[in-house]
Nanobody
Framework: QVQLVESGGGLVQAGGSLRLSCALS????????MGWFRQAPGKEREFVTA????????YYSDSVKGRFTISRDNAKNTVYLQMNSLKPEDTAVYYC????????????????WGQGTQVTVSS
């Protein structure tokens, strides 16, 4: 059974940075493509970014391209989301997700989800 645990959320001022981590346990991490999604209050969950099993391919939403960077360390079973130049509109609960099929921007493409970590950006 795959388990995902996010960490690293918090409160930051606009223009600041945060790094989120997501650790996978229960299965071989390198078999899974990983994604980050977010959900703001009253809004639907939206795609942020995804990375392939080897880390050679990445995919970003237009809203975060150039500000956020996804990476992974297969030796540590962990995927990271480095968030720079944060804006108040980045405020949301951030979720990591995993699948073995591919890099999808739809949440329906992912089989496993973490519990989420809150990111709040103050203006």
């Amino acid at each position: 059974q795959v388990q995902l645990v996010e960490s690293g959320g918090g409160l930051v001022q606009a223009g600041g940075s945060l790094r989120l981590s997501c650790a996978l346990s229960g299965r071989t991490f390198s078999y899974y493509n990983m994604g980050w999604f977010r959900q703001a209050p009253g809004k639907e969950r939206e795609f942020v970014t995804a990375i392939s099993r080897s880390g050679s391919s990445t995919y970003y939403s237009d809203s975060v391209k150039g500000r956020f960077t996804i990476s992974r360390d297969n030796a540590k079973n962990t995927v990271y989301l480095q968030m720079n130049s944060l804006k108040p509109e980045d405020t949301a609960v951030y979720y990591c997700a995993a699948n073995r099929a591919g890099l999808y921007s739809s949440s329906s493409g992912y089989n496993y989800w973490g519990q989420g970590t809150q990111v709040t950006v103050s203006s």
